[in-house]
C-alpha cells in the first residue's frame, strides 16, 4: 500500500517536472534567440536557427546607429524618466499611505477604500482629455505629462498601505513627537529609514513601469530626439530596418537588458511585492 | 468647522498645549487640522488636476468636433457615439477587444492554477519552487513593445519559426503567418498569456498557502479526494483572490495597445483582426485632422464599458453570500495578509 503510493508520487512528480520543464523552454527560448540573434548577422540569421552566440555584435550595433536611431539618447531618456518617476512615486505614495495609516481623521476609511477602486480604473482611456488638458497648458512634447500624474499614484499609494501597516510603530512616533520633531519631519527622519525595503520594492516596480511605459509618451511626445526607448522599437517597426534582422534584435535586446539585470538583482523584493499587492480583503 | 474641535486621536498628544487661546489662527491652531489631511494635500490635488479633470474633459471633448489641427471644436451633442454605433468599425473593436481578452484569460488562469496547486502540494514536494516561480514571472517584466516587435519577427515570412518549420519538414513553404487572420489573434493571445501566467500563478500561490492546513487534515480524515479538497476548499476560499485577478485582468485587457499595436502594421491588420478599441481610439487620433473629439467617444465607451463590469463582478460575486463565511473568510484573509508581509 504505502509502495504503491510512494510509486504513484515518483510517477507524478515524473510528469510535474516535465511540464515545469516544456514551461521553462516556452518562457526562456524566445528571450534567449532575441538575446543570441542580436549577435549574429543577418546572413548567419538566414542561414538557420542557433542558440550559440556569435561575434557580429559591433557591427549590428553600427548599424543600428547608421540608419538614424539616436540608441544612447533614447536609453537616456528613458534612464531619466524611470529615475525621476520611481522618485516621485515613492515619495508621494508614502506619504499619502503614511496618512492613512498614521492618523486618525474623519473619512480615513473611505478614502482608503477609494483608493483601491481608483487602482482599477482604466486611466489610459481618458489621456486624450489629458493631452488636451496638457496641449492647452503648452506641456505636450515635454516629460511633465509622463511625471506629475504620478503625485497621485492609487496603485503605489495602496502598495505603500499595506506595507505600512504592516511596520508602523506607534510608539516610535509619539516619543519623536515628545521630543519636538514636526510631523513632516518624523516622516523623513524616522519613518523613510525604516520603510527602506517597501521603498525599494515599489521603486523597482514603477521603475519597470515608466521603462516598458509605451502608450502615453507616444500620445505626448513628438520631438525624435525626445524619444524613449519603446517609441524606438516602434520606428525600428518601420522599413528601414525591413530586412536588418541582427540590427533589430540587438535594438530590442538592448531595451530589455536592464530589466534583465535588474530582475537578477532584486527578484525577492519584486516577488514578495506581487503578493503583497495583491491581497487584500 | 466642526472637526478643529473634535479629539484627533493619536496626533493629540498630551503635550499639545489646550491653555493658549489665540484670537488669529497660530501655529498651535493650525496643528489642530487633522495633520493628516495636510498629508494627503498632495495626493488630493494631484489626483484631482491629473485624474478627475482629464476624466471630465475626454467626456466634454467626446461632444464636441474638436481637432488637433483646428482647435476647440464646436457641440455636436451625440453625434460622435451615433456615428461609432453607425458604422461597425467600433462593435468590431470591441468585439475583439473582448474576444482576445476571453480566450488569453482562460489559459490564464487555468495554468497558473495548476501550477499553484502543484508547488503547495505537500505530497510532490516540488523543488525549488523560489526558482522556477522567479523564472516564470520574467517575461512580465520585459518591454511589451520589444516582446511584440519580437515575436512579428520571429514569425515574419524569413523569420526562425518558417526556418525551422520548413527545414524539418512540416511546411513545404514559409506560411505568411503575420497574414492570417487567426494565427495572429492567437500570437496576441499567446503573448498575453506569455507575460501573465507567472503574475497570476504567484497571487495564487500567496493566496493558497494562506488557507489554513487544518481545513485540508479534516477533509483527508473526511477521505475527501484531491479533486473534492480543491473544489470545496481551495476554490471558495480563493474566491476574493480570484475576484482580484479578474478585474484587474479585465481592466488591463480592456485598455490593450501596445502588443497588437506593434505585432502588425500598427492598425490592427490582418482584416482589421487584432484592431482593438484602444488601436482605434489612436487611429482617430492620428488621423490627418486628428479627430480627437471622436477619439474621446471612444476612450468614454469603452471606460463605462469597463467600470460597469468591473462594478457589476464586484458586487454581484462579492456580495452574494452574505452570511457568517464572509466574516470568517474576512479574518481569514486578514490573517493571510499579516503571513503574506513577514
Request: net charge positive; aromatic share 14%; proline share 5%.
Given at each position: 500500500?504505502?509502495?504503491?503510493?510512494?510509486?504513484?508520487?515518483?510517477?507524478?512528480?515524473?510528469?510535474?517536472y516535465?511540464?515545469?520543464?516544456?514551461?521553462?523552454?516556452?518562457?526562456?527560448?524566445?528571450?534567449?534567440?532575441?538575446?543570441?540573434?542580436?549577435?549574429?548577422?543577418?546572413?548567419?540569421?538566414?542561414q538557420g536557427?542557433?542558440?550559440?552566440?556569435?561575434?557580429?555584435?559591433?557591427?549590428?550595433?553600427?548599424?543600428?546607429?547608421?540608419?538614424?536611431?539616436?540608441?544612447?539618447?533614447g536609453?537616456?531618456?528613458?534612464l531619466?524618466?524611470?529615475?525621476?518617476?520611481?522618485?516621485?512615486?515613492?515619495?508621494?505614495?508614502?506619504?499619502?499611505?503614511?496618512?492613512?495609516?498614521?492618523?486618525?481623521?474623519?473619512?480615513?476609511?473611505?478614502?482608503?477604500?477609494?483608493?483601491?477602486?481608483?487602482?482599477?480604473?482604466?486611466?489610459?482611456?481618458?489621456?486624450?482629455?489629458?493631452?488636451?488638458?496638457?496641449?492647452?497648458?503648452?506641456?505636450?512634447?515635454?516629460?511633465?505629462p509622463?511625471l506629475?500624474?504620478?503625485?497621485?499614484?492609487?496603485?503605489?499609494?495602496?502598495?505603500?498601505?499595506?506595507?505600512?501597516?504592516?511596520?508602523?510603530?506607534?510608539?516610535?512616533?509619539?516619543?519623536?513627537?515628545?521630543?519636538?520633531?514636526?510631523?513632516?519631519?518624523?516622516?523623513?527622519?524616522?519613518?523613510?529609514?525604516?520603510?527602506?525595503?517597501?521603498?525599494?520594492?515599489?521603486?523597482?516596480?514603477?521603475?519597470?513601469?515608466?521603462w516598458?511605459?509605451f502608450?502615453?509618451?507616444?500620445?505626448?511626445?513628438?520631438?525624435?530626439?525626445?524619444?524613449t526607448?519603446?517609441?524606438?522599437?516602434?520606428?525600428?517597426?518601420?522599413?528601414?530596418?525591413?530586412?536588418?534582422?541582427?540590427?533589430?534584435?540587438?535594438?530590442?535586446?538592448?531595451?530589455?537588458?536592464?530589466?534583465?539585470i535588474?530582475?537578477?538583482?532584486?527578484?525577492?523584493?519584486?516577488?514578495?511585492?506581487?503578493?503583497?499587492?495583491?491581497?487584500?480583503? | 468647522?466642526?472637526?478643529?474641535?473634535?479629539?484627533?486621536?493619536?496626533?493629540?498628544?498630551?503635550?499639545?498645549d489646550?491653555?493658549?487661546?489665540?484670537?488669529?489662527?497660530?501655529?498651535?491652531?493650525?496643528?489642530?487640522?487633522?495633520?493628516?489631511y495636510l498629508?494627503?494635500?498632495?495626493?488630493?490635488?494631484?489626483?484631482?488636476?491629473?485624474?478627475?479633470?482629464?476624466?471630465v474633459?475626454?467626456?466634454?471633448l467626446?461632444?464636441?468636433?474638436?481637432?488637433?489641427?483646428?482647435?476647440?471644436?464646436?457641440?455636436?451633442?451625440?453625434?460622435?457615439?451615433?456615428?461609432?454605433?453607425?458604422?461597425?468599425?467600433?462593435?468590431?473593436?470591441?468585439?475583439?477587444?473582448?474576444?482576445?481578452?476571453?480566450?488569453?484569460?482562460?489559459p490564464?488562469i487555468?495554468?497558473?492554477?495548476?501550477?499553484?496547486?502543484?508547488f503547495?502540494?505537500?505530497?510532490?514536494?516540488?523543488?525549488?519552487?523560489g526558482?522556477?516561480?522567479?523564472?516564470?514571472?520574467?517575461?512580465?517584466?520585459?518591454?511589451?513593445?520589444?516582446?511584440?516587435?519580437?515575436f512579428?519577427t520571429?514569425?515574419?515570412?524569413?523569420?526562425?519559426?518558417?526556418?525551422?518549420?520548413?527545414?524539418?519538414?512540416?511546411?513545404?513553404?514559409?506560411?505568411?503567418?503575420?497574414e492570417?487572420?487567426?494565427?495572429?489573434?492567437?500570437?496576441?493571445?499567446?503573448?498575453?498569456?506569455?507575460?501573465?501566467?507567472?503574475?497570476?500563478?504567484?497571487?495564487?500561490m500567496?493566496?493558497?498557502?494562506?488557507?489554513?492546513?487544518?481545513?485540508?487534515?479534516?477533509?483527508v480524515?473526511?477521505?475527501?479526494s484531491?479533486?473534492?479538497?480543491?473544489k470545496?476548499?481551495?476554490?471558495?476560499?480563493?474566491?476574493?483572490?480570484?475576484?482580484?485577478?479578474?478585474?484587474?485582468?479585465?481592466a488591463?485587457?480592456?485598455?490593450?495597445?501596445?502588443?497588437?499595436?506593434?505585432?502588425?502594421?500598427?492598425?490592427?491588420?490582418?482584416?482589421?483582426s487584432?484592431?482593438?478599441?484602444?488601436?482605434?481610439?489612436?487611429?482617430?487620433?492620428?488621423?490627418p485632422k486628428?479627430h480627437?473629439?471622436?477619439?474621446?467617444?471612444?476612450?468614454?465607451?469603452?471606460?463605462?464599458?469597463?467600470?460597469?463590469?468591473?462594478?457589476?463582478?464586484?458586487?454581484?460575486?462579492?456580495?452574494?453570500?452574505?452570511?457568517?463565511?464572509?466574516s470568517?473568510?474576512?479574518?481569514?484573509?486578514?490573517?493571510?495578509?499579516?503571513?503574506?508581509?513577514?
Amino acid at each position: 500500500m504505502i509502495n504503491k503510493y510512494k510509486f504513484g508520487t515518483f510517477v507524478m512528480r515524473f510528469f510535474v517536472y516535465a511540464l515545469l520543464f516544456i514551461l521553462l523552454l516556452i518562457v526562456i527560448v524566445p528571450v534567449w534567440l532575441l538575446l543570441v540573434n542580436g549577435t549574429r548577422s543577418t546572413t548567419e540569421i538566414n542561414q538557420g536557427i542557433s542558440l550559440l552566440p556569435s561575434t557580429h555584435m559591433i557591427e549590428n550595433y553600427k548599424l543600428l546607429l547608421a540608419k538614424g536611431l539616436d540608441l544612447p539618447k533614447g536609453f537616456a531618456n528613458s534612464l531619466f524618466l524611470a529615475v525621476t518617476s520611481t522618485v516621485i512615486t515613492v515619495y508621494f505614495s508614502f506619504l499619502t499611505a503614511y496618512a492613512l495609516v498614521v492618523y486618525t481623521f474623519r473619512g480615513r476609511k473611505q478614502i482608503s477604500n477609494f483608493i483601491i477602486v481608483l487602482v482599477m480604473i482604466p486611466m489610459q482611456l481618458t489621456i486624450l482629455g489629458f493631452y488636451k488638458f496638457m496641449a492647452n497648458l503648452g506641456l505636450t512634447d515635454t516629460y511633465f505629462p509622463l511625471l506629475l500624474p504620478l503625485i497621485a499614484n492609487a496603485g503605489g499609494t495602496f502598495f505603500a498601505k499595506q506595507y505600512l501597516e504592516s511596520m508602523v510603530i506607534q510608539d516610535l512616533i509619539d516619543a519623536a513627537r515628545i521630543d519636538g520633531a514636526s510631523e513632516l519631519g518624523i516622516f523623513h527622519t524616522i519613518m523613510t529609514p525604516l520603510a527602506i525595503p517597501g521603498m525599494i520594492t515599489l521603486g523597482i516596480f514603477s521603475f519597470v513601469y515608466s521603462w516598458n511605459n509605451f502608450f502615453t509618451p507616444f500620445i505626448m511626445l513628438s520631438t525624435r530626439s525626445k524619444f524613449t526607448l519603446p517609441m524606438l522599437v516602434q520606428l525600428m517597426r518601420g522599413d528601414a530596418y525591413r530586412t536588418e534582422y541582427g540590427a533589430i534584435y540587438l535594438g530590442l535586446g538592448l531595451t530589455i537588458i536592464p530589466i534583465i539585470i535588474v530582475y537578477a538583482l532584486a527578484s525577492r523584493y519584486i516577488i514578495s511585492g506581487i503578493a503583497m499587492g495583491a491581497i487584500k480583503e | 468647522m466642526k472637526f478643529i474641535l473634535k479629539p484627533v486621536g493619536s496626533i493629540h498628544s498630551p503635550f499639545t498645549d489646550k491653555a493658549q487661546t489665540p484670537i488669529l489662527p497660530t501655529r498651535s491652531q493650525f496643528k489642530k487640522i487633522p495633520t493628516g489631511y495636510l498629508f494627503l494635500l498632495p495626493f488630493a490635488i494631484g489626483f484631482l488636476t491629473f485624474g478627475i479633470y482629464p476624466i471630465v474633459n475626454t467626456l466634454a471633448l467626446s461632444f464636441t468636433n474638436t481637432t488637433i489641427m483646428g482647435g476647440d471644436g464646436e457641440f455636436v451633442g451625440i453625434a460622435n457615439f451615433t456615428r461609432l454605433f453607425a458604422d461597425r468599425v467600433f462593435l468590431r473593436a470591441v468585439g475583439n477587444t473582448w474576444l482576445i481578452w476571453t480566450l488569453n484569460f482562460i489559459p490564464q488562469i487555468c495554468i497558473p492554477m495548476l501550477l499553484a496547486v502543484l508547488f503547495t502540494s505537500a505530497r510532490l514536494k516540488i523543488k525549488a519552487v523560489g526558482a522556477w516561480r522567479a523564472i516564470f514571472y520574467l517575461p512580465n517584466l520585459l518591454m511589451p513593445a520589444a516582446i511584440a516587435a519580437l515575436f512579428g519577427t520571429l514569425f515574419g515570412l524569413y523569420g526562425p519559426v518558417n526556418q525551422f518549420m520548413v527545414r524539418a519538414g512540416f511546411l513545404h513553404e514559409a506560411f505568411r503567418f503575420i497574414e492570417d487572420i487567426w494565427v495572429t489573434r492567437s500570437l496576441v493571445i499567446f503573448i498575453n498569456w506569455w507575460m501573465w501566467f507567472g503574475q497570476t500563478m504567484i497571487i495564487l500561490m500567496a493566496g493558497m498557502t494562506a488557507i489554513p492546513i487544518h481545513l485540508y487534515e479534516a477533509a483527508v480524515v473526511d477521505g475527501a479526494s484531491v479533486w473534492q479538497m480543491f473544489k470545496w476548499i481551495t476554490l471558495p476560499l480563493l474566491k476574493p483572490i480570484l475576484i482580484f485577478i479578474f478585474v484587474t485582468a479585465m481592466a488591463g485587457g480592456m485598455q490593450m495597445f501596445d502588443i497588437p499595436f506593434l505585432l502588425t502594421d500598427g492598425k490592427g491588420s490582418p482584416l482589421s483582426s487584432i484592431q482593438t478599441s484602444v488601436i482605434l481610439m489612436y487611429i482617430k487620433y492620428n488621423s490627418p485632422k486628428g479627430h480627437i473629439g471622436a477619439a474621446s467617444a471612444v476612450g468614454v465607451l469603452v471606460f463605462i464599458m469597463t467600470a460597469v463590469v468591473a462594478l457589476g463582478i464586484f458586487y454581484v460575486l462579492g456580495n452574494r453570500d452574505k452570511d457568517d463565511t464572509k466574516s470568517k473568510r474576512k479574518s481569514l484573509f486578514k490573517k493571510n495578509t499579516e503571513r503574506s508581509q513577514s
